[in-house]
């Protein structure tokens, strides 16, 4: 079946001598895998690799059979041109980062509206805004939303929140807790929107620390989720 849809890179592998397997979040059949033969060679096919940067915002039109197989892609454009995301060094670290966030977190074949337009907008209020230390950090929070484990924060007043339950407690439990400034700092950026992460103020040694916090927190609640590779790159370009 011959689709039309936004779609957003997520990662791509080698496959053979000239070829790759792109991996894509499509708004109309949620993550797709796709075979690009020769488009390392290729000089004058429609297909570019510059097309397949990580979260690249494309407009594909795809063969899709839905078997759970390779798909095909016959044209491919871009719906929303980066303006800073691939020259600005920290911007590309934190793309760099998410692009595995999200090859960790989302493996269904299917629709997720929300989800798709929440990825889109983050990315482009990215794109467009400088103050952006705290970005990557708040984009992880609001992500719990979609994947159903959001902070549960009726009780937000309280001193441990365990990561196992997701939920804030008086004491201690027998499950890994944070607290302290930590906590502090975790609870400030509950609920907050990506215009206010930056009223935030954080030192470098903290924001690793809830970062590291966060992918626990994702390791805990998501099957098969792992460590970003790329977070060593967040260190350094946030020192």
Known sequence: MLVSTKAIVISTIKYGDAGVIAKCFTASDGIKSYLLRGILKSKKGKLKIAYFQPLMQLEIVANHKNKGSLEYIKEVKTVYPYASIHTNIIKSSIV?????????????????????KFIE??????????????????????????????????????????????????????????T?????????????????????????????????ILIQYFKLHLQGFRQPKSMEVLHEVFK
Do not use: V
């Not at 998410?98 to 074949?109: D, H, K, V």
């Open 96 to 116: 760099l980062f998410l692009s595995e966030i999200l090859n960790y977190s989302i493996q269904e074949e299917e629709k997720n509206e929300t989800l798709f």
């Open 121 to 178: 907008n983050a990315l482009q209020w990215l794109d467009i805004h400088d103050e952006i230390s705290n970005f990557h950090i708040s984009f992880l929070i609001q992500l719990t939303k979609y994947f159903g484990f959001y902070p549960e924060i009726k009780h937000i007043h309280k001193n441990y929140f365990d990561l196992h339950e997701g939920q804030f407690f008086d004491m201690s439990t027998m499950n890994e807790c944070i």
């Open 180 to 212: 302290g400034e930590n906590l502090t700092c975790f609870k400030q950026l509950l609920g907050i929107k990506f215009d206010e992460q930056n009223t935030i103020k954080l030192s470098s040694y903290r924001r690793n620390e809830i970062l590291a």
